[in-house]
T-cell receptor
Framework: GENVEQHPSTLSVQEGDSAVIKCTYS??????FPWYKQELGKRPQLIID?????GEKKDQRIAVTLNKTAKHFSLHITETQPEDSAVYFC????????????FGAGTILRVKS | GAGVSQSPSNKVTEKGKDVELRCDPI?????LYWYRQSLGQGLEFLIY????????KSGLPSDRFSAERTGGSVSTLTIQRTQQEDSAVYLC????????????????FGPGTRLTVL
């Protein structure tokens, strides 16, 4: 089955700097890649997603890139702010097989002001 | 409108007891998912429903775990003879639809039920 690996496990950046989180997946049939943000004690919330027919997607300070050949995708956050501090999870799924999400282990992002 | 709700928010039980966890999805959402999040870990898929049927139960850890969904809405996850390793946060999510060409695949998560087995 699908396996998703996520790096780094923790990331500390200075406010205003960029942050990059990387994930690799194993199943070449995966075609949907969402990213979730989970603040302490709260539920995961979708921040951006990308499908396999697209190489890059951007939403304000957040962008995701996908390399299908290498089977990896990355989250880029620019101009980080203290409120970006949270745990970020990447995930992969096959939409035709019910869209069950296989998650990475998560990255704790700390933005220091 | 209202989001996904789950009850109870916290459940403490003794080893060997049965527990039931409830999920109320967003109204109109046909797909419903259960995940488990152990302390400091990522989310682990358990089961999903399309309507009232469960095409994929592959994530259920053992036959002590079962789930049902009635009326295409509320779902209950039951854990029989609980063990200490069952302690985790159980998260439910729902989405409007499942379709490769659909834009409505976003899964909305509930607040979770924190289960502690003593």
């Amino acid at each position: 089955g699908e396996n998703v690996e996520q790096h780094p496990s923790t990331l500390s950046v200075q406010e205003g700097d960029s942050a990059v989180i990387k994930c690799t997946y194993s199943d070449s049939a995966s075609n949907y890649f969402p990213w979730y943000k989970q603040e302490l004690g709260k539920r995961p919330q979708l921040i951006i997603d990308i499908r396999s027919n697209v190489g890059e997607k951007k939403d304000q300070r957040i962008a995701v890139t996908l390399n299908k050949t290498a089977k990896h995708f990355s989250l880029h956050i620019t101009e980080t702010q203290p409120e970006d501090s949270a745990v970020y999870f990447c995930a992969a799924s096959i939409l035709e097989y019910g869209n069950k999400l296989v998650f990475g282990a998560g990255t704790i992002l700390r933005v220091k002001s | 409108g209202a989001g996904v709700s789950q009850s109870p928010s916290n459940k403490v039980t003794e080893k060997g007891k049965d527990v039931e966890l409830r999920c109320d999805p967003i109204s109109g959402h046909t797909a419903l998912y259960w995940y488990r999040q152990s302390l400091g870990q990522g989310l682990e898929f358990l089961i999903y429903f399309q309507g009232n049927s469960a095409p994929d139960k592959s994530g259920l850890p053992s036959d002590r775990f079962s789930a049902e969904r009635t009326g295409g809405s509320v779902s209950t996850l039951t854990i029989q003879r609980t063990q200490q390793e069952d302690s985790a946060v159980y998260l439910c999510a729902s989405s409007l639809a499942i379709a490769s060409g659909s834009f409505y695949n976003e899964q909305f998560f509930g607040p979770g039920t924190r289960l502690t087995v003593l």
